[in-house]
């Protein structure tokens, strides 16, 4: 408890670059040889300046910076694409599945305060949104509820944005069902280091913390081998869960595969209609033993999602991690995918937004948006790249989608350009979703009415003109071809206007610590 204590609510940000943050990085914290750090008044990260900086992308040809001199020789994000043009006339329909995940945009943030760039094929523009708060209504009924509202994009004449915000019920304390929760935790000579295995049993320390009577944890270790070190123990024996994940240690080469077994063998003991089932997957997704291909041990996931099983993965360290195999073991593993950079982030998964976490409330969720050829020109989805799904699959109920947690958030962004006098209609966004455990799905539809089409950005609220800050930030980072026209400083200036959160204000503090360290680069 003595973890959670120190991070109170109100001192979270500060904590970023005082104990709590320091006692992960070393003493200067999360700010160390970068700035000023996070959350110290009007200081923060700030101090890199408001000056002429860069008029164009933060990163750009002309900088001389490309994908190859981000990224550390042992880093790997998986396939990286983006989204193109869609004639309407030729394809009316758009299909995706729901994403939660956030690890890119903590990835980014890492980064940067580290003082280096995000390297292009790590960032999903999905995961910077979604890492956001939005102030969706909650569903008055059934599951989810669903937001759509549009408006002149700030960024390219002649387009426009709609934006498909999705809010899901949110489950009273009372409501959680019993979890049973197997930790599989990476202990491998590269886990050494202060923000890898250190940082990891923190976090698991405030995870415990924050589980109530009927919850049990299992812990399984990989390294050369395998081993058992908790089998399921309620959560009333807390001191000794607390002791077992003390003991752990790092050192050795990395049997992933065979943890992934082991811990789907004990998160299956127990499960029943009064509870669920999670495998928390902790490690720099580094492996080098046994089954090493991404689809081999992909494969060993996909009997166990039909037992009700669903996974976690929280990635963790720099320079050899592994995003690409972490993101996918949880998509197929029907979970979410977390990156920790922090003790402050660690309270934010495991603590604030526990039930999120661990609870789904609906089961393969999938998007299709229609689109009157009549009204729409053209479209284009801005990220869900690897969230693709056939139009023919949408209503294919054996196809997986996304799972959706208590009171997640899920967030798209399309860039439009509309024929003249569009309005009434223009799209109708059908939502597919299934009870958790569920086989058969339920189907609600949403057609865009011309009062959700606003004459701004500005006017069309905070929350819209933070998206769309959020996307164009994200698109220059990925140095996107349909960035080319956005200014760096309309990007964060619609930022700061819209930064009425905590979180909010970190994000233009990196936006303000980007640009610095562009500069830093570009002169070497």
């Given at each position: 408890?003595?973890?959670?204590?120190?991070?109170?609510?109100?001192?979270?940000?500060?904590?970023?670059?005082?104990?709590?943050?320091?006692?992960?990085?070393?003493?200067?914290?999360?700010?160390?040889?970068?700035?000023?750090?996070?959350?110290?008044?009007?200081?923060?990260l700030g101090a890199v300046g408001h000056g002429a900086g860069v008029a164009g992308p933060v990163v750009s040809g002309r900088m001389g910076l490309k994908g190859g001199d981000l990224r550390?020789?042992?880093?790997?994000?998986?396939?990286?694409?983006?989204?193109?043009?869609?004639?309407?006339?030729?394809?009316?329909?758009?299909?995706?599945?729901?994403?939660?995940?956030?690890?890119?945009?903590?990835?980014?943030?890492?980064?940067?305060?580290?003082?280096?760039?995000?390297?292009?094929?790590?960032?999903?523009?999905?995961?910077?949104?979604?890492?956001?708060?939005?102030?969706?209504?909650?569903?008055?009924?059934?599951?989810?509820?669903?937001?759509?509202?549009?408006?002149?994009?700030?960024?390219?004449?002649?387009?426009?944005?709609?934006?498909?915000?999705?809010?899901?019920?949110?489950?009273?304390?009372?409501?959680?069902?019993?979890?049973?929760?197997?930790?599989?935790?990476?202990?491998?000579?590269?886990?050494?280091?202060?923000?890898?295995?250190?940082?990891?049993?923190?976090?698991?320390?405030?995870?415990?913390?924050?589980?109530?009577?009927?919850?049990?944890?299992?812990?399984?270790?990989?390294?050369?081998?395998?081993?058992?070190?908790?089998?399921?123990?309620?959560?009333?024996?807390?001191?000794?869960?607390?002791?077992?994940?003390?003991?752990?240690?790092?050192?050795?080469?990395?049997?992933?595969?065979?943890?992934?077994?082991?811990?789907?063998?004990?998160?299956?003991?127990?499960?029943?209609?009064?509870?669920?089932?999670?495998?928390?997957?902790?490690?720099?997704?580094?492996?080098?033993?046994?089954?090493?291909?991404?689809?081999?041990?992909?494969?060993?996931?996909?009997?166990?999602?039909?037992?009700?099983?669903?996974?976690?993965?929280?990635?963790?360290?720099?320079?050899?991690?592994?995003?690409?195999?972490?993101?996918?073991?949880?998509?197929?593993?029907?979970?979410?995918?977390?990156?920790?950079?922090?003790?402050?982030?660690?309270?934010?998964?495991?603590?604030?937004?526990?039930?999120?976490?661990?609870?789904?409330?609906?089961?393969?969720?999938?998007?299709?948006?229609?689109?009157?050829?009549?009204?729409?020109?053209?479209?284009?989805?801005?990220?869900?790249?690897?969230?693709?799904?056939?139009?023919?699959?949408?209503?294919?109920?054996?196809?997986?989608?996304?799972?959706?947690?208590?009171?997640?958030?899920?967030?798209?962004?399309?860039?439009?350009?509309?024929?003249?006098?569009?309005?009434?209609?223009?799209?109708?966004?059908?939502?597919?979703?299934?009870?958790?455990?569920?086989?058969?799905?339920?189907?609600?539809?949403?057609?865009?009415?011309?009062?959700?089409?606003?004459?701004?950005?500005?006017?069309?609220?905070?929350?819209?003109?933070?998206?769309?800050?959020?996307?164009?930030?994200?698109?220059?980072?990925?140095?996107?071809?349909?960035?080319?026209?956005?200014?760096?400083?309309?990007?964060?200036?619609?930022?700061?206007?819209?930064?009425?959160?905590?979180?909010?204000?970190?994000?233009?503090?990196?936006?303000?610590?980007?640009?610095?360290?562009?500069?830093?680069?570009?002169?070497?």
């Amino acid at each position: 408890m003595e973890d959670q204590k120190k991070l109170s609510r109100a001192g979270l940000l500060g904590s970023l670059n005082q104990g709590a943050a320091s006692n992960v990085f070393g003493p200067g914290g999360l700010g160390a040889g970068v700035g000023s750090g996070i959350g110290h008044g009007g200081g923060g990260l700030g101090a890199v300046g408001h000056g002429a900086g860069v008029a164009g992308p933060v990163v750009s040809g002309r900088m001389g910076l490309k994908g190859g001199d981000l990224r550390s020789p042992g880093e790997d994000y998986g396939p990286a694409s983006i989204n193109g043009w869609v004639e309407a006339s030729a394809d009316h329909l758009s299909t995706f599945a729901a994403d939660v995940d956030t690890a890119s945009y903590t990835v980014a943030r890492r980064k940067l305060l580290g003082g280096e760039l995000p390297p292009p094929d790590s960032v999903r523009v999905e995961e910077w949104l979604n890492y956001f708060r939005y102030r969706y209504p909650e569903p008055t009924e059934g599951p989810l509820a669903v937001t759509l509202d549009a408006a002149p994009s700030p960024f390219t004449a002649g387009k426009t944005l709609l934006r498909v915000g999705v809010q899901a019920r949110r489950l009273a304390v009372s409501e959680r069902k019993q979890a049973h929760l197997t930790f599989l935790v990476d202990v491998s000579g590269s886990m050494q280091g202060p923000d890898r295995l250190p940082l990891a049993k923190r976090a698991l320390r405030l995870l415990v913390d924050n589980l109530r009577d009927g919850d049990t944890v299992a812990l399984v270790t990989y390294a050369g081998r395998v081993s058992l070190v908790l089998p399921p123990t309620g959560i009333e024996h807390r001191v000794a869960i607390h002791e077992a994940i003390e003991g752990l240690s790092a050192g050795g080469s990395t049997a992933m595969s065979s943890g992934i077994e082991l811990a789907y063998a004990q998160a299956v003991k127990g499960l029943d209609a009064r509870s669920f089932s999670r495998v928390l997957v902790l490690s720099d997704g580094d492996a080098n033993v046994g089954a090493t291909s991404h689809d081999d041990i992909l494969k060993l996931i996909q009997g166990h999602v039909k037992e009700g099983v669903t996974l976690t993965t929280v990635g963790f360290g720099m320079g050899n991690y592994k995003d690409g195999l972490m993101e996918q073991l949880a998509d197929k593993g029907n979970g979410n995918h977390f990156y920790c950079d922090s003790l402050f982030e660690a309270h934010r998964i495991f603590v604030e937004q526990l039930g999120s976490t661990l609870e789904v409330v609906a089961q393969d969720v999938k998007f299709q948006v229609d689109f009157d050829p009549a009204q729409v020109k053209r479209y284009r989805l801005v990220g869900y790249e690897n969230r693709d799904l056939a139009d023919r699959d949408f209503r294919n109920d054996k196809v997986d989608a996304g799972e959706v947690g208590s009171g997640h958030s899920v967030t798209a962004l399309y860039e439009l350009e509309l024929a003249a006098g569009a309005g009434e209609g223009l799209a109708t966004v059908r939502v597919r979703a299934k009870k958790p455990r569920g086989t058969e799905a339920s189907e609600w539809a949403f057609p865009v009415h011309a009062a959700a089409l606003h004459s701004s950005a500005e006017a069309a609220g905070k929350d819209f003109q933070f998206a769309a800050a959020v996307m164009g930030a994200a698109e220059l980072f990925r140095q996107s071809p349909h960035a080319k026209g956005t200014r760096y400083d309309d990007v964060l200036a619609l930022a700061r206007g819209a930064a009425d959160t905590a979180d909010r204000r970190q994000f233009v503090e990196l936006l303000e610590k980007a640009r610095a360290v562009a500069m830093t680069l570009a002169s070497r």
